[in-house]
């Protein structure tokens, strides 16, 4: 539902994190009724309390109701170890969230008929080629848009990847389907990347461009950054962290250019605001200096038109429960589905629009009541802290007052307790895969023959290097992928990536009949590959 690499073992890496997470003696309070006067009356001590629980380096967030921005500030410090404070202007990787912006750029092209929603995208970008002819031809705008292409996710296309986008679609033929066209959900980012291209094609400028002039320049969010390559030399800046061995630690920001349109935006929580601010109000945009809505109707230019409008927030896809966001389980909807750049359900009698964003040490979530003009968007620089669900739930209890008779939720004891039996049950899971390791056995040959270059089986993901250095087997894959080969038993090795934010992999290699020769090696996460 996110950003998320596909090659390293980050299921188990997300479990240590929670895991990690020490207990707090007592539930945070827990309000009988929202305040009369202001619903956010001690918020800010909630979240402090929530911050520190979760272990979390820095936070921003801000709150929307209506035509004003009611909340926005920052807790916590932008790197561990420095004392710079992160503050309402902090810029954080905002991830998959840009893609509400991407989908948004489609809709204005279809207001100015440049492009249709059903479109085919070859009408577009004539190079697109996938695996399967039938669905080359029939893939539209609206399928890039909606997690439905029957493709599976290939992130390791892109993930820490030298690929450029140009390679990225190259590449796209020799990517097998999952399912059928339209048969099944499943979350993929290369898609967003193919959006941008169709904009691009379509409005004559890179996606990057247009986005600048068409969404940021006239929403006024001067902060905000559509390159990650744009950070060199930028102020204000919160460092990515990831939790490793237990520890939490800095990492360095990962190039995203390549999918820059799935979640290459770098945002803070005042300019993410001002976002909100103007889907909260159909996308009006007013003129510098105009306050509140006049009493004839809410002045202002629409980035949008209402028909354009009202698809980014119509159900596209229906998402199946066990593919949706773990936290919305004690949400309790009655339906969970995909629309244009948005995940929607429903809470509490209302329509919930939202989408979370997780690359690399940064997390995010925008989510909003429409229906109430309610919006939250929560920035951290912590992977996958979950806090970010916890601070959206409360927010709109808040705004919606406690269930009568009750007390308002306590969302971040209780998602604790959510995401800590997850990451229990994820690492009794990979401990049981670990103990079908074979003990006392040893490579069929030595070491230095295993090493050489091995080229996808599919031509989807190029070639693995394997060498043999000090005594070692050192794999390479692009650039970032580097790690020794660690035996595991019989011919497989794991590879223990010296990036810690790529976890390991395993690699198995493949032997001739006669056992002399090593003709291939299957990696997880990549497939099949053939040596030269």
């Known amino acids: ?42 918020f800010d001590a909630y ?82 080629q996938l695996y399967d002819p039938y669905v080359t031809r029939e893939l539209t705008v609206r399928d890039l848009l909606t997690h439905r292409s029957g493709l599976p996710g290939a992130d390791a296309l892109w993930y820490a990847s030298p690929n450029s986008f140009d390679d990225i679609l190259r590449r796209l033929r020799y990517l097998k389907p999952a399912s059928s066209l339209r048969s099944r959900y499943a979350y993929q980012n290369v898609m967003y990347a193919v959006a941008g291209q169709v904009v691009a094609a379509a409005s004559g400028m890179p996606w990057s461009e247009f986005v600048r002039r068409r969404i940021l320049q006239p929403v006024g969010m001067s902060g905000t950054l559509t390159s990650h390559h744009s950070l060199a030399g930028q102020t204000n800046v919160a460092t990515p962290h990831l939790r490793v061995n237990d520890t939490v630690r800095a990492i360095a920001y990962r190039d995203l250019d390549n999918i820059a349109p799935a979640g290459g935006v770098v945002s803070s929580a005042l300019d993410m605001a001002k976002w909100m601010r103007v889907l909260l109000d159909s996308t009006r945009v007013r003129p510098a200096g105009q306050g509140s809505p006049v009493a004839d109707g809410r002045a202002g230019t629409r980035l949008v038109s209402d028909s354009s409008f009202r698809q980014l927030f119509t159900p596209q896809f229906l998402v199946p429960a066990a593919d949706f ?34 690359i690399d040490g940064m997390t995010a979530i925008v989510g909003m009541l429409p229906e109430e003009r309610v919006g939250v968007v929560v920035l951290a620089n912590l992977d996958h802290a979950e806090l970010r669900h916890a601070l959206m739930y409360r927010v709109f209890d808040l705004y919606l007052g406690a269930p009568a008779g009750g007390a308002l939720k306590d969302w971040s004891a209780d998602l604790r307790t959510l995401y800590g039996e997850l990451a229990t049950r994820a690492r009794d899971a990979e401990r049981k895969a670990l103990a079908g390791r074979v003990p006392g056995t040893r490579p069929t040959l030595p070491l230095p023959v295993y090493a050489g270059t091995y080229t996808n089986v599919d031509s989807l993901y190029g070639d693995v290097s394997v060498r043999a250095e000090g005594g070692r087997l050192v794999a390479r894959y692009g650039p970032a992928y580097v790690g020794e080969l660690e035996h595991w038993h019989y011919d497989t090795f794991r590879a223990r990536w010296r990036d810690p934010a790529l976890g390991t992999s395993f690699v198995t290699f493949t032997l001739d009949p006669a056992r002399t020769r090593v003709v291939g090696a299957s990696v997880e996460g990549l497939g099949d590959f053939d040596r030269r």
């Not at 009724?33 to 956010?40: F, I, T």
């Not at 979760?54 to 916590?76: C, M, Q, T, Y």
């Not at 966001?325 to 244009?340: E, S, V, W």
């Open 1 to 42: 539902m996110t950003l998320s690499p596909a090659l390293p073992r980050v299921t188990i890496a997300w479990a240590a994190t929670l895991l990690a997470i020490p207990a707090v003696g007592a539930r945070l309070a827990a309000q009988s009724a929202a305040p009369a006067g202001n619903p956010l009356a001690g």
């Open 47 to 128: 979240i402090a309390t929530a911050v520190k629980a979760w272990e979390v380096p820095g936070l921003s967030i801000a709150v929307v109701k209506g035509d004003s921005i009611v909340l926005a500030r920052g807790f916590g410090v932008r790197t561990l170890g420095s004392p710079e404070r992160v503050d309402e202007h902090t810029r954080f990787a905002i991830g998959s969230t840009t893609k509400a912006m991407t989908t948004a750029a489609v809709a204005m092209l279809v207001d100015e008929g440049k492009v249709r929603w059903e479109d085919p995208v070859t009408k577009h970008v004539p190079g697109f």
């Open 325 to 358: 966001y773990p936290a919305a389980r004690q949400a309790h909807p009655h339906f969970t589905a995909y629309g244009l750049g948005w995940f929607l359900q429903d809470y509490r009698g209302r329509l919930v629009a939202m989408h979370t964003g997780s």
